[in-house]
């Protein structure tokens, strides 16, 4: 069965500073890997996704993040945080013929 | 439509009374998904459903707890005899097809307060 371990359940971040935010992955297969936002009262918007190829992936709102197979890591990347990017993140995985399944999210907060 | 639509967006019911949840996914999105959000938990999978069929409601927590379809549109989730614990945030998504390998849209959440 796939899952998936975000070890970070908040985390606080200078506006400016940099973000990384982590998640661990098991599944035995290639997985399909995505991040997801979500503001308060709001529902879930996709930053981003990997399937194959670059495991280097651009998203929106100025987030990155990279696969390394090798630690079945799927880490999001942000080279300078804004305070409008707190919110809680949460990493998916998936596989072609399964639901996704989700992390228990990270709550990102943003100090001036 | 454009996204996904849930109704209502908050619902404030009486222990032991019943309430239907409504989704109304993306136009063309044949798998449709409902999950559970408590207060500073993760997302539960609750139901799974590829056209009007369910081929996994695993999640669902009792038989108090019930869904539907209508071929390739609205679903609504029925609650009977709420109870306190059921008080959290239920989010509806849609997505292309049935597999992992799609991402999942999702609605903005009824929020379900049992009081």
């Known amino acids: 069965a796939q899952s998936v371990t975000q070890p970070d359940i908040h985390i606080t971040v200078s506006e400016g500073a940099s973000l990384e935010l982590r998640c661990n992955y098991s599944?035995?297969?290639?997985?399909?890997l995505f991040w997801y936002v979500q503001s308060p009262g709001q529902g879930l918007q996709l930053l981003l996704k990997?399937?194959?190829?670059?495991?280097l992936v651009q998203g929106i709102k100025g987030f990155e993040a990279e696969f390394k197979r090798s630690q079945s890591s799927f880490n999001l990347r942000k080279p300078s945080v804004h305070w409008s990017d707190a919110a809680e993140y949460f990493c998916?995985?998936?596989?072609?013929?399964?639901?996704?399944?989700f992390g228990k999210g990270t709550m990102l907060l943003v100090s001036p | 439509g454009a996204g996904v639509s849930q109704s209502p967006s908050n619902k404030v019911t009486e222990k032991g009374k019943d309430v239907e949840l409504r989704c109304d996914p993306i136009?063309?999105?044949?798998?449709l998904y409902w999950y559970r959000q408590r207060l500073g938990q993760g997302l539960e999978f609750l139901i799974y459903?590829?056209?009007?069929?369910?081929?996994?409601k695993s999640g669902l927590p009792s038989d108090r707890f019930s869904a539907e379809r209508t071929g390739e549109s609205v679903s609504t989730l029925t609650i009977q005899r709420t109870q306190q614990e059921d008080s959290a945030v239920y989010l509806c998504?849609?997505?292309?097809?049935?597999?992992?390998?799609?991402?999942?849209?999702f609605g903005s959440g009824t929020r379900l307060t049992v009081v």
């Open positions: 998504a849609s997505s292309l097809g049935g597999g992992g390998n799609y991402g999942y849209t």
């Open positions: 599944y035995g297969a290639t997985p399909y």
């Open positions: 990997y399937f194959s190829g670059d495991t």
């Open positions: 998916a995985v998936g596989a072609r013929y399964s639901t996704l399944t």
């Open positions: 136009s063309g999105h044949t798998a």
């Open positions: 459903f590829q056209g009007n069929s369910a081929p996994d």
